[in-house]
């Protein structure tokens, strides 16, 4: 196998091209938004909410566990996820910190 292009970046670059893929799906964003607005854990109520597919739900819990804006906890034959507050910081912060670049431009267009 090759290198991958990613290894061209550094490593901020990476994890803020991380961040903005794991929130570039909109089953993904809805599932976020629903556990914000529950403003609790949340255990298996996706389903009924959202109308998706137990197993497309569960694969885009599994990539928003991995990129670390979820944590779960298993209780009983459920697992809970809610949002961890300082990854949603960091992801807020770089998001902020990209989107508040100076753009110099010169009326090119």
């Known amino acids: ?13 990476n994890r803020l091209a991380a961040m903005f893929k794991v929130l570039a799906h909109p089953a993904r964003l809805a599932i976020l938004q629903y556990i914000i607005n529950q403003k609790a854990c949340i255990c298996n109520d996706l389903v009924d909410e959202l109308g998706l597919a137990q197993s497309t739900i569960s694969q885009h819990l599994k990539e928003l ?7 779960g906890n298993i209780e009983g034959k459920s697992v809970c996820y809610c949002i961890d507050e300082t990854v949603w910081e960091e992801f807020s912060s770089s998001f902020e910190d990209f989107f508040k670049q100076d753009i110099l431009s010169d009326k090119c267009c």
Request: cysteine-free; glycine content about 10%; charged content about 35%.
């Open 65 to 71: 566990k991995a990129s670390g804006i979820i944590k």
């Open 1 to 13: 196998m090759g290198i991958t292009k990613s290894e061209l970046f550094s490593e901020k670059k």
